[in-house]
């Protein structure tokens, strides 16, 4: 079991080795834009790291949208944050399940299919998507499991992998107790945990994250995630380096990990 947390993107290796982790989480560009990846000098690092390296697609990316203009410059983004994830040797790009603009999710299911047809035929993706569920919105593809087991029927045979934050879970409505079966039920798998604090109430749809056993969660539900996953696991918390340390370290000694 793999323990890490997201980091700032400058050295990650350093972060890593500041809290104890042995993955990490970052973005390779500015997450509010649709700006491409620039070249990493730590490629070769990175690549040869023993830490799990794990890239999170920009928050703009909505390949579910129903606006053109979001969602085409999205599908090649999807597709420049892939290729150069997989150029540093990260294990999974992590995407937002998105929304649609209006109130039709069955067209956010079929561009999301669209998105995956769209890659095949763009040379195909070289490392894994990872879609996470998310914690608002009413029109959310990802935010409300039957919502998910409509998603999974569009994008599933395309070899889709899942990340599974606790904290959008809980703000999204979903009870924690037994929620790894009932993902599995839907995905067949979870490749990732995002574990989370919430300092949003149960389906308060407030994607704001806590350290853990700060908010409104039973730490003890994150871990039995983690355990019942056998997934590795992303702390996305506050607190800088001395936070998520603390995060990490609460994480490995609850799990045995």
């Keep these: 079991m793999r323990i890490g947390a997201h ?125 996470e569920n998310t914690a608002g919105g009413e029109n959310a593809c990802a935010r409300r499991f039957d919502n998910l087991a409509r998603l999974w029927d569009a994008v599933g045979e395309f070899g889709a992998g899942f990340c599974l934050d606790t904290c959008h879970a809980f703000a999204g409505g979903e009870d924690l107790v037994g929620i790894v079966d009932r993902v599995k039920a839907i995905t067949g798998r979870i490749d990732l945990i995002h574990a989370n604090d919430s300092k949003g109430g149960f389906d308060s749809g407030q994607d704001r994250h806590d350290n853990l056993g700060n908010g409104k969660i039973d730490p003890e539900l994150v871990v039995a995630a983690i355990r019942a996953s056998g997934a590795p696991a992303i702390v996305e918390t506050p607190g800088g380096v001395e936070g998520q340390r603390a995060d990490i370290a609460l994480l490995r000694e609850r799990s045995g990990a």
């Design 7 to 131: 980091v700032d993107p400058a050295d990650p290796l350093a972060e890593a080795a500041a809290r104890g982790a042995e993955a990490v989480q970052f973005f390779l560009a500015d997450p509010q834009s649709y700006k491409n990846p620039e070249p990493r000098e730590d490629a070769e690092r990175l690549r040869a790291s023993d830490v799990d390296v794990f890239i999170h697609a920009p928050y703009r990316l909505n390949v579910a949208s129903t606006n053109n203009k979001i969602r085409i410059p999205s599908r090649k983004l999807l597709m420049t944050h892939a290729r150069a994830a997989a150029e540093i040797g990260a294990k999974g790009l992590i995407v937002h399940g998105g929304h649609v603009d209006g109130g039709d999710l069955a067209a956010g299911f079929a561009n999301w299919r669209k998105a995956f047809e769209y890659a095949e035929k763009d040379g195909g993706l070289p490392l894994p998507i990872l879609i």
